[in-house]
């Protein structure tokens, strides 16, 4: 028996399950981190995408700040695939496609793909069930959009 | 031959824009085509441009000037009168990723006004994209400003 057994018998620190707003947040922060690593400015750039999302409207900030240390955690013990595997069965159905969009939209936005992001955006594609042909023809659009 | 037109002849607006200006141009007519554009909307630009290649060397004052000269014709010309201006030069290869951005951009507030439709329908027939691949960019960026 551990010396924490008895004090914390309430189970306040185990871990939460996912939500949807860590689920979306999740995934991107996934993509960000894809290719190996992730800067503190690509962790700031999300922070600024999800602020503009609705879904995080009524999310105090401080909520938000806790929200992203803890998916940081994750990242950090399990990386992205652990990320992507907890959050993508609380991800909305009517949001699978726009997080895969968004996904996708950070990982081409360096204007280059390399193996491991082609990889993590066919496994995402899978898991999220974005039909093949749909998939191509989001991940043309976002070629077009970052190029130049 | 006007008294100052030889003193102010690299300050007007008339002229040809430059690549960047135009590339730059057409997103200050997609924030803008709501009849207004706020400075933190031009801050965001600035930073969704630093990214491209295409202003890899340009400083600041630079960016300064290219958002300062577009959204000077957006004022005097409308968003309209801009996006024609910035279609005339815009090479072809970089006409489909202004147009991408330009819908993102009109879009991200996940509502579209009636002027805002007009607009991107102007724009696809200014920078001549095909009706079906208009529709298909839409699409996804209807579905990427969801959530």
Known sequence: MSIFDDVLQSGQFEEQPFGPHEAY????????????????????????????????????????????????????????????????????????????INACDIVLADGVVENDEKEFINDLMHKLEIPADRAKQIIQVLVYKNQG | MGLFDSLFGGMETGGKLTTQEAF???????????????????????????????????????????????????????????????????????????????????????????????????LAKALKISGETAKLIASVMVSKNKG
């Open chain 1, 25 to 100: 947040a999740g995934i991107l922060l996934a993509s960000s981190a894809c290719d190996g690593h992730i800067a503190d400015e690509e962790v700031q750039g999300l922070v600024t995408i999800l602020g503009r999302t609705r879904l995080y409207q009524h999310v105090t900030p401080q909520r938000f700040g806790s929200m992203i240390d803890r998916l940081l955690g994750v990242l950090k013990r399990g990386g992205p695939e652990q990320l992507v595997q907890k959050s993508v069965p609380v991800v909305p159905t009517e949001l699978k496609e726009t997080v895969f």
């Open chain 2, 24 to 122: 730059a141009g057409v997103l200050v007519a997609a924030s803008g085509c709501d009849g207004h554009i706020a400075d933190e909307e031009l801050g965001s630009l600035a930073t969704c441009l630093v990214r491209m290649k295409l202003y890899q060397r340009a400083n600041g004052r630079t960016f300064q000037q290219i958002l300062s000269k577009t959204s000077g014709i957006l004022k005097k010309k409308g968003a309209n009168g801009l996006v024609d201006a910035c279609a005339e030069v815009l090479p072809k290869e970089l006409a489909i990723t202004a147009f991408t951005n330009a819908v993102d951009i009109v879009l991200a507030d996940g509502v579209v006004e009636p002027d805002e439709r007009a607009f991107i329908e102007h």
